[in-house]
């Protein structure tokens, strides 16, 4: 599985922009890039989903660089509610799962 | 609410004994994935099925097994447990292929083996 990198941990203060970045310098041309996130006690939750372009959702946004070796999730405004960890997953045509790693907890402080 | 309804949503039993989860998927969604979730390893893929077929395994123990059925919902049987089986257990479900497209997870059924 293509292996991506996520610092462990985050902080944020409520209501400003966060700014969580994964590495995956091994992509390849066909993968598409996800988010999810997981608050306490709960499921996994869809955020986003990409290949090469910018996308926009209600959640957040995704901004992948140029070389696709690198994305950012950003969250335009935290809210305490938004306190999880969040996961860069790359998945494949071939591939039918979602490898989850150890993503990052942010913190969202009031 | 996902739509991906699982059941139960505690279980406790002792060791050696045999349970079934059920997930039922969102309404549409053909594929179902199951995930174990423990303290010391994270979200772990187990199995996934697309419309009654098993289409990839994970890190899935002989003593489970797991199955869709013609109305696409889908039971994981889990045998002989062991005290280091006590875990969320999570099931999603998508469309299809989860290349393009988002899966929904449950809330999750936590089992406890005593």
């Known amino acids: 599985d293509a292996k991506t990198t996520q610092p462990n941990s985050m902080e944020s203060n409520e209501e400003e922009p966060v700014h969580l970045p994964c590495n995956h310098s091994?992509?390849?041309?066909?993968?598409?890039i996800h988010w999810y996130r997981q608050l306490p006690s709960q499921g996994p939750e869809y955020v986003i989903h990409?290949?090469?372009s910018n996308v926009n959702n209600r959640m957040a946004s995704l901004a992948i660089a140029e070389d696709r070796k690198s994305s950012t999730l950003i969250l335009h405004r935290a809210t305490l509610r938004d306190a999880a960890v969040y996961y860069c997953?790359?998945?494949?045509?071939?591939?039918?799962?979602?490898?989850f790693g150890k993503g990052t907890l942010l913190t969202v402080n009031p | 609410d996902s739509g991906v309804t699982q059941t139960p949503k505690h279980l406790i039993t002792a060791t050696g004994q045999r349970v079934t989860l059920r997930c039922s998927p969102r309404?549409?969604?053909?594929?179902v994935y199951w995930y174990q979730q423990s303290l010391d390893q994270g979200l772990q893929f187990l199995i996934q099925?697309?419309?009654?077929?098993?289409?990839a395994k994970g890190n899935i123990l002989e003593r489970f097994s797991a199955q869709q059925f013609p109305d696409l919902h889908s039971e994981l049987n889990l045998s002989s447990l062991e005290l280091g089986d006590s875990a969320l257990y999570f099931c999603?479900?998508?469309?299809?292929?989860?290349?393009?497209?988002?899966?929904?997870f449950g809330q999750g059924t936590r089992l406890t083996v005593v």
């Open positions: 999603a479900s998508s469309v299809g292929p989860i290349m393009n497209t988002e899966a929904f």
């Open positions: 990409g290949l090469t």
């Open positions: 309404s549409g969604d053909l594929s």
């Open positions: 099925y697309y419309n009654g077929e098993e289409r």
């Open positions: 091994t992509i390849s041309g066909t993968d598409y």
């Open positions: 997953i790359l998945t494949w045509g071939s591939n039918y799962k979602l490898t």
